[in-house]
């Protein structure tokens, strides 16, 4: 299969029986998962990058939560506006957006 | 943070909406999750080892999906009864379960 390049991971307390509680999806990561999405298709990365949502990561108090993959960095509280700059500066040009690194 | 050696994801077809609907949680991913849960915590690898449920990954007919990063291996049509050679094979002996490789 044609792997990506790059994975995203971002948290949106989806439990596995389906219920969606936790602390990410009531700090706006649903709004952060649709802005990613939006960003990596208006820099053409659709072909590389594929934005996946995730049930609780385990570290709520640190969340939001995105996990880029295979890199293994892990940003926390993460807002929608930042997605901006996840895409341009890590997914585009592969410089960690250390401010926001855990 | 304590990042893990290995993170697995698993497709549980939670939507962003909250929603559970997909193949793959249609075809026991739910048991294979719980029962990858319970391997990882037989082989005493809970400090080295995270499993994570997520959202669609958009190859529903090759579901369910298994991905381990940061290896970046994907894994096609799993069973809840393959979690036992995963976990064996893959998390605590690097050997790829080539079976179920897509």
Redesign the interface.
């Known amino acids: 299969?044609n792997?990506p390049k790059k994975?995203v991971?971002v948290c949106?307390s989806?439990?596995?029986?389906?219920?969606?509680r936790g602390f990410c999806e009531k700090k706006d990561s649903?709004r952060l998962?649709?802005n990613l999405m939006r960003e990596v298709q208006e820099q053409d990365l659709s072909s590389e990058v594929?934005i996946?949502?995730?049930?609780c990561?385990?570290?709520c108090n640190?969340g939001p939560i995105v996990?880029i993959?295979?890199?293994?960095i892990?940003y926390g509280g993460v807002t929608p506006e930042d997605a901006a700059e996840i895409v341009n500066s890590h997914l585009l040009n592969d410089q960690i957006v250390s401010r926001l690194e855990?």
Not at 14 to 20: A, D, H
Not at 69 to 72: I, V
């Open positions: 299969m792997k994975h991971f949106s989806s439990r596995i029986n389906g219920q969606q649903i998962i649709q594929i996946t949502n995730t049930g990561l385990g570290i640190q996990i993959y295979p890199d293994a892990w855990i």
